[in-house]
């Protein structure tokens, strides 16, 4: 979904009459003034504040993970450190995050690919699951290091 598309079904009104006879034009989540300028709600505000910072994490995430996973792959890195495999390997489910959710959000899913779309779904809550997984190994690893630093 474009941001103009959007704000367009963001900013969908209804003309409502009041008490006063004055005519005023109510949204869902915005207020159209009598000279006909559209008056954002404090709702629409915040939702264009999040998908504006959805497109930024989706711009820097994609790339930033990739480069990370680079880095940590590199044969010197990688086996030297063993931590080094947990972090590659958590830079790779946050690519896979963000690629299901970018599916998801940006208007791939729709009635004609839903099996698509629940494939995305699981992967996407697999790989959630497995981050906490990674994270939770990492912090043993690190923990077995700290307390038993010689025989690591």
């Known amino acids: 979904m474009r941001l103009d598309e959007f704000l367009d079904y963001y900013y969908d009104y209804d003309v409502v009459d009041d008490d006063d006879d004055n005519v005023a034009f109510f949204g869902n989540q915005s207020t159209v003034n009598l000279t006909g300028q559209h008056t954002p709600g404090t709702f629409t505000t915040i939702r264009v504040c999040s998908y504006v910072i959805y497109c930024m994490a989706l711009a820097l995430g994609i790339p930033g993970n990739i480069v990370s996973t680079i880095v940590w792959l590199r044969v ?46 699981y992967v996407q809550k697999s790989t959630v699951k497995l981050e906490t997984l990674l994270v939770l190994g990492f912090s043993v690893e690190r923990l077995i290091a700290i307390l038993r630093p010689l025989q690591v």
Do not use: K, P, R
């Open 76 to 121: 010197h890195v990688a086996s030297e450190n063993s931590s080094a495999i947990y972090l590659a390997t958590l830079a790779n489910s946050d690519i896979v995050i963000l690629l299901m959710s970018a599916t998801e959000q940006l208007g791939s899913c729709n009635d004609n690919v839903q099996w698509f779309c629940l494939c995305a779904l």
